[in-house]
């Protein structure tokens, strides 16, 4: 059993997959994906090139025989409650938000701003233009 602290957010958590075939615990699933999210990785290919980059730094974190695949991971996402996942997140970072209090969010990446080097050899490489508003 980890004793990563991230681990132990999810404790007690409802699984509702089938236990047959079920080889990843909950915990470790949820536990992984945030800390993939968290590094910056959006979407489950980025995830899964995390995992494969960082596999043995994860195993003797978690203290596991194997890492959970990104499949797992989004299968266990696609029947996750969100709102048990959120309220544990928040308990675990200490976040207690009051009424009228929160912020809004919203961010865009404005289209054709990526790296342009390939597309147009006579322009200079550039990061992407993200642009955020705030309500």
């Known amino acids: 059993m980890s004793k990563v602290a991230i681990f132990k957010a999810f404790e007690g958590m409802p699984d509702s997959r089938r236990k047959q075939g079920t080889r990843h615990s909950l915990q470790l699933c949820l536990a992984l ?5 968290a590094a ?26 194997a890492i959970s695949s ?15 996942y959120a309220g544990r997140l928040a308990d675990f970072f200490g976040v207690n938000p009051e009424v009228g209090e929160t912020i809004s969010l919203d961010g865009k990446t404005l289209k054709g701003s990526y790296l342009t080097q390939e597309d147009n050899p006579e322009s200079e490489p550039h990061s992407v233009t993200i642009l955020v508003t705030s309500y």
Not at 33 to 37: C, G, I, P, R
Not at 70 to 84: E, F, G, H
């Open 33 to 37: 994906f945030t800390l993939a999210v």
């Open 40 to 65: 910056g990785n959006q979407g489950f290919l980025a995830i899964e090139n995390w995992l494969k980059y960082h596999h043995q730094e994860l195993k003797y974190l978690f203290d596991v025989e």
């Open 70 to 84: 990104y499949s797992a991971i989004r299968r266990v996402l696609l029947r996750v409650d969100y709102l048990d």
